[in-house]
Each structure stands twice: as structure tokens, then as C-alpha cells.
């Protein structure tokens, strides 16, 4: 989705939404693409999860049974 797009969404200015935008960049969790005179930004589907599993395994340390059916769930299949 371009970054105008998303701010319009997200009610959201759309220079505080490029702040945001480059933040989560420069952290490898979206990509982005120049097409034409937009910027198209894509979610970074394994890093999202690699982030996700680390959080709920931090979350959970000591009581893994808790946390057992959404690391299966977000862990890879293959």
C-alpha cells in the first residue's frame, strides 16, 4: 500500500506516518518499492513472525505450556 494511502487509513499525518514508515524499515519488518512517483510498502511476513515467536517465547520463559499453541501456530509448517 503507498504511504499516502495508509496515513489516509490510519488517520494519521502523512509525514508522521513516514517517520513510522522508515522506523519499521530500518527495523527489516516492511519493505518498500518505488513504483511510478509512490512508495508501495509490504509487511515483512518472516521477520513479523521471528519477532512475534521471540516475544512470546520471552513472554512465556518458565511457563511454556502457556504460550505452546500460539508458538505452533506462528512457527513455519515446512
Do not use: W
Not at 514508515?21 to 518499492?33: K, M, N, P, Q, Y
Not at 513472525?49 to 506462528?74: N, Q
Amino acid at each position: 500500500m503507498a504511504a499516502g494511502e495508509i496515513a489516509r487509513q490510519l488517520d494519521v499525518p502523512q509525514n508522521t506516518m513516514s517517520a513510522h514508515l522508515g522506523i519499521l524499515a530500518r527495523a527489516g519488518l516492511i519493505r518498500s518499492e518505488r513504483q511510478s512517483r509512490s512508495i508501495i510498502y509490504r509487511a515483512d511476513l518472516a521477520s513479523l513472525r521471528a519477532l512475534t515467536l521471540f516475544l512470546v517465547k520471552d513472554c512465556c520463559a518458565g511457563s511454556a505450556e502457556l504460550c505452546a499453541p500460539l508458538v505452533a501456530e506462528l512457527a513455519p509448517c515446512c
